[in-house]
């Protein structure tokens, strides 16, 4: 099984900074990673395929880069839609796997 | 508009079953591959089984592997989870999720189903 490690568990920032979370994999997963935003008493939202593709409707705020096994969201400036939890994903093996999240807070 | 709606979702006993519809509407339910993903209490998402579209293949996440089997009816555009031999580990929010073209990740996601297992 592949392991995915997020860093760091929570990161602190103000509206309108700049926000970096990372994403390591236990292997390497060519460019087969998404990204979900979660808030709580939502559905996951995919924000992010192919580590660097955003999904429809996603504000060009949100980026994403990396391959093999390492792997960055950006989100530009944030906004206060933004502050919630963020998942890595990997679906190049099975079974598919997800981080333990990174939460993002004022 | 894509909708998934989740249904089933109980308090049961350990040792207990349970079975989880999701009603697909608002897209071709056949052609696409569809997961199950659940999020215990306080903790984060965990991916629990999918099926696929072609080839009617399923997995499982190893942590419910022999006791949930999960199928679709394509007729009623509706994805099930048979769950047996419940743990209290298994309490979670049960999401349903559509898979994108070529299983490169899920892009529309139920609003979830509680399943709570404890005596």
């Known amino acids: 099984e592949i392991v995915m490690t997020q860093s760091p568990a929570t990161l602190s920032v103000s509206p309108g900074e700049r926000a970096t979370l990372s994403c390591r994999a236990s292997?390497?997963?060519?460019?087969?990673l998404a990204w979900y935003q979660h808030k709580p008493g939502q559905a996951p939202r995919l924000l992010i395929f192919g580590a660097s593709t955003r999904a429809t409707g996603i504000p060009a705020r949100f980026s994403g880069s990396g391959s093999e096994t390492e792997f960055t969201l950006t989100i530009s400036s944030l906004q206060s839609e933004d502050f919630a939890v963020y998942y890595c994903q990997q679906y190049n093996n099975w079974p598919q796997t997800f981080g333990q999240g990174t939460k993002v807070e004022i | 508009e894509v909708q998934l709606l989740e249904s089933g979702g109980d308090l049961v006993q350990p040792g207990g079953s349970l079975r989880l519809s999701c009603a697909a509407s608002g897209f071709t339910f056949s052609s696409y591959a569809m997961s199950w993903v659940r999020q215990a209490p306080g903790k984060g998402l965990e991916w629990v089984s999918s099926?696929?579209?072609?080839?009617?293949?399923?997995y499982y996440a190893d942590s419910v592997k022999g006791r949930f089997t999960i199928s679709r009816d394509n007729s009623k555009n509706t994805l099930y989870l048979e769950m047996s031999s419940l743990r209290a580990e298994d309490t979670a929010i049960y999401y349903c999720?559509?898979?994108?073209?070529?299983?490169?990740?899920?892009?529309?996601w139920g609003q979830g189903t509680l399943v709570t297992v404890s005596s």
């Open positions: 099926f696929n579209a072609i080839g009617g293949n399923t």
């Open positions: 999720a559509k898979g994108r073209p070529s299983g490169k990740g899920l892009d529309y």
């Open positions: 292997q390497s997963l060519s460019s087969n």
